[in-house]
């Protein structure tokens, strides 16, 4: 077998000692070339292109334990970091959410501030707290009591007339809107002068002017703004802008759709007017067309 | 004597070529591993240490040439010099060879010392070149050595129960 004698061994070629000596003189010949020359690189190229493989697959390994740590991960660390990321985007969108609110609060306040500048009258920041829960009555409940403010103010926002004080209460205040069924405005035509009055219709968005002759000097998109008489409202506030005229000669009055200037439901802040100098007190007689006050009260419910 | 006898034929079990080469290919491939740092340096050498186990086991079929060109090989998977490896591998080969009925005499406590100072010797050829090429003796290498002569009845244990053909190694 193989191994029987060292005789065989000896006689299968060139003694070990040759062997050593030759190899070892051409490693040194390579060594030398090598390093002094740039002869064998072509050699080293086509080499290592059989390794190559070899190389190929000493990557893989490292490579499946890649994948391996990978894989546990997206199992255990994965959800964990997920579920983490999950709580914190709830965080973050509700503070986003505040953020904006915020923003949207800030520029208004802003807004309203300028305009008190502007108007200089004694103003009061009021704060809506409740709306009536009955949508057929347009009212609001501010956060101003007995001690700041009284039933007959006006109440605005930073883009016109939203309504008046009816009903004080220790702590709130009630206003009536001025798209409230039973509440009234006088206002004047921007343009001409017109008076006329302007009667809510119990939708948020929508005002009616009743009692406008149909040859009435009145146009779409005319801007009404409060006429001052009777002083409630002061004068030249805007209040609602026309947005539909109807005149059939069949009746005597045109019908006049308004809409409110101001989104009467879209603030939480609004301005409470003092009072404005008390007028002479009218004279008794019939009639009045310009009723500032709700026209039926004691129907607030409680 | 029955337990050289015993031993003999251990050293007499069938080695197919291509289990020769598959072996050295192994090799190459875990020398070939990512290895970085600290594990560069403890790194055992497979190639060296499978080259040995064939000089010393199969002295006929394995010879100094087949060492020398596994060196190249080597060498060009290393990115080191041409002949560095082959020259250590030609030594470490012509060691083996020689030494073999020695080496086979021995029980493996007493082999993994000899193998340890051919190792030495071997990693003394290559850190020479590398010396007188790079200018600096490359000491910390040195200690692949230990970790190679460790590696060795380990590895001598493996090849042989892969040697062993299956189903009748009590026979044996």
Not at chain 1, 30 to 42: G, K, N
């Amino acid at each position: 077998m193989d191994n029987t004698s060292s005789v065989k061994f000896f006689n299968r070629g060139p003694s070990p000692i040759v062997r050593l000596v030759f190899f070892s003189l051409l490693s040194l010949l390579l060594l030398f070339i090598d390093a002094r020359h740039q002869y064998l690189e072509s050699t080293r190229s086509i080499l290592s292109t059989l390794i190559y493989p070899l190389q190929k697959l000493t990557s893989l390994p490292p490579m499946l334990w890649h994948e391996a740590d990978d894989f546990f991960t997206t199992r255990n660390r994965l959800s964990a970091d997920n579920e983490e990321l999950r709580a914190q985007h709830a965080s973050d969108a509700a503070q986003a959410l505040q953020l904006q609110s915020l923003q949207a609060e800030n520029t208004h306040l802003r807004t309203m501030l300028e305009m008190r500048e502007r108007l200089n009258l004694p103003m009061q920041l009021a704060e809506v707290l409740y709306a009536e829960r009955d949508p057929s009555r347009q009212k609001l409940l501010l956060n101003l009591g007995q001690s700041k403010v009284a039933a007959g103010q006006a109440v605005l926002d930073n883009t016109g007339v939203v309504g008046q004080v009816t009903r004080v209460l220790p702590l709130l205040s009630e206003v009536t809107l001025i798209t409230d069924k039973d509440h009234e405005v006088p206002v004047q035509v921007l343009r001409n002068g017109l008076r006329v009055i302007l009667f809510g219709s119990g939708n948020p968005n929508e005002l009616e002017m009743r009692y406008a002759p149909v040859t009435a000097d009145i146009q779409d998109g005319d801007v009404l703004v409060t006429s001052g008489i009777d002083g409630t409202y002061p004068p030249g506030l805007p209040v609602a802008k026309i947005s539909h005229i109807e005149r059939d000669p069949a009746y005597s009055f045109a019908r006049v759709q308004c809409a409110p200037i101001t989104g009467v439901n879209n603030q939480r802040w609004l301005f409470v007017m003092s009072s404005m100098a008390k007028l002479p007190p009218r004279p008794e007689g019939p009639a009045d067309t310009s009723a500032v006050k709700p026209r039926k009260s004691g129907k607030f419910p409680r | 004597m029955n337990v050289l006898l015993q031993k003999d034929r251990e050293f007499m079990l069938p080695a197919r070529p291509a289990f020769i080469v598959a072996s050295l290919l192994a090799a190459l491939l875990f020398n070939g591993l990512p290895w970085g740092g600290i594990w560069l340096a403890l790194r055992p050498d497979m190639v060296a240490l499978v080259l040995l186990y064939w000089c010393t086991h199969k002295p006929h079929r394995f010879g100094i040439g087949f060492a020398w060109v596994i060196g190249i090989l080597a060498d060009v998977a290393d990115a080191s010099l041409f002949g560095q490896h082959a020259l250590a591998y030609t030594l470490l080969a012509f060691g083996g060879i020689v030494l073999h009925r020695r080496v086979q005499m021995f029980n493996l406590q007493q082999q993994t010392l000899q193998v340890f100072l051919m190792l030495l010797a071997s990693y003394a050829a290559y850190a020479a070149v590398h010396w007188q090429v790079r200018g600096h003796f490359a000491w910390g290498f040195m200690l692949g050595s230990v970790t190679s002569a460790m590696m060795w009845a380990p590895l001598t244990l493996l090849l042989q129960s892969l040697r062993r053909p299956k189903g009748n190694s009590e026979r044996l």
